[in-house]
């Protein structure tokens, strides 16, 4: 079962605005990560963060991680048209050693 | 190499057929996954193979069998599937420990008829 459930479920912007893509979870777990999916293809893996760190950046990225309300939230700054793709969060359960994926946020940015 | 490289990139077959995907994989990576993905879903685990041994079975019908022939390929082995079964089928790889996420393949759009 999904662990992830992210908010919103979808988000339009204009190019150049920032997004801002929240997940929330339920258990304690080891790291949490963001993947990108273009158009039902493969996913790409963004930016891990571990349960002992509260916030990561990465180009125009930026992760938080809340382990207390069992959040994170991704940022993407100056967005392109290029990042138009279905976002989700994943989790890796404290003691297990696979990833559980949200429900994801579709992303259209707008020229 | 980087790439996890997953063919065929589409598949139609009938609910009688016999057929496999193939994913492969030369990052060294000794963890291997299946996933399957529905039109607008997050992935669902199916199987998980670690050191070429099957580690998890989230509990797949057996009309889908995994198959490990070496540290680099992974099979699935497909017969007798539904047409609810359609869907896109996702091979990733790893480190053991996730450290560094997984990689994923562009996956095989499965279509039962």
């Known amino acids: 079962s999904q662990q992830g459930e992210e908010d919103p479920q979808a988000l339009s912007i204009q190019e150049g605005e920032n997004a801002t893509m929240n997940c929330s979870y339920k258990t304690s777990i080891n790291n949490l990560q963001w993947y990108r999916q273009n158009s039902g293809r493969g996913l790409v893996h963004l930016i891990l963060i571990r349960s002992n760190e509260r916030e990561k950046h990465s180009g125009r990225l930026r992760v938080t991680l809340d382990t207390s309300k069992k959040s994170s939230s991704l940022l993407i700054t100056a967005s392109r048209a290029a990042d138009t793709a279905s976002y989700f969060c994943?989790?890796?359960?404290?003691?297990?050693?696979?990833?559980?994926f949200g429900k994801g946020t579709m992303l259209l940015v707008s020229p | 190499d980087t790439e996890v490289t997953q063919t065929p990139k589409h598949l139609v077959m009938g609910m009688t057929n016999k057929k496999s995907l193939k994913c492969e994989q030369h990052m060294g990576h000794r963890a291997m996954y299946w996933y399957k993905q529905k039109a607008k879903k997050p992935p669902e685990l199916m199987f998980v193979?670690?050191?070429?041994?099957?580690?998890i079975n989230e509990s797949v019908p057996s009309r889908f069998s995994p198959e490990c022939p070496n540290s680099s390929l992974l099979n699935l082995h497909l017969h007798a599937l539904q047409p609810e079964d359609s869907a896109l089928y996702l091979c990733?790889?790893?480190?053991?420990?996730?450290?560094?996420?997984?990689?994923f393949g562009s996956g095989t759009r499965l279509t039962v008829v």
């Open positions: 193979y670690s050191y070429e041994k099957l580690s």
């Open positions: 994943a989790t890796t359960r404290t003691g297990y050693s696979t990833l559980t």
């Open positions: 990733a790889s790893s480190r053991p420990d996730i450290l560094y996420g997984y990689t």
